[in-house]
């Protein structure tokens, strides 16, 4: 094995962590805007359930 090999062996490698990294921190962006997403729904029904229970007072 000469050093060139050697060198695209751990040019690829290299690569290859840098995209997991990449994918990895993809897949937890998605998580957190889904936990985003549940909060800002479950927001919203606290809200349409306090809005129902204390209508007759609004209105």
Avoid: C, P, W
């Avoid at 490698?13 to 998580?31: G, L, P």
């Avoid at 957190?32 to 479950?42: Q, R, S």
Wanted: glycine share 2%; charged share 30%; aromatic share 12%.
């Amino acid at each position: 094995m000469n050093t060139h090999n050697f060198n695209d062996v751990i040019k690829t490698i290299f690569q290859k962590s840098i995209n997991y990294n990449q994918k990895k921190h993809k897949t937890r962006q998605k998580e957190k805007f889904a936990h985003l997403f549940m909060g800002i729904i479950d927001k919203n029904l606290i809200v349409q359930k306090v809005s129902k229970k204390y209508k007759h007072d609004f209105l």
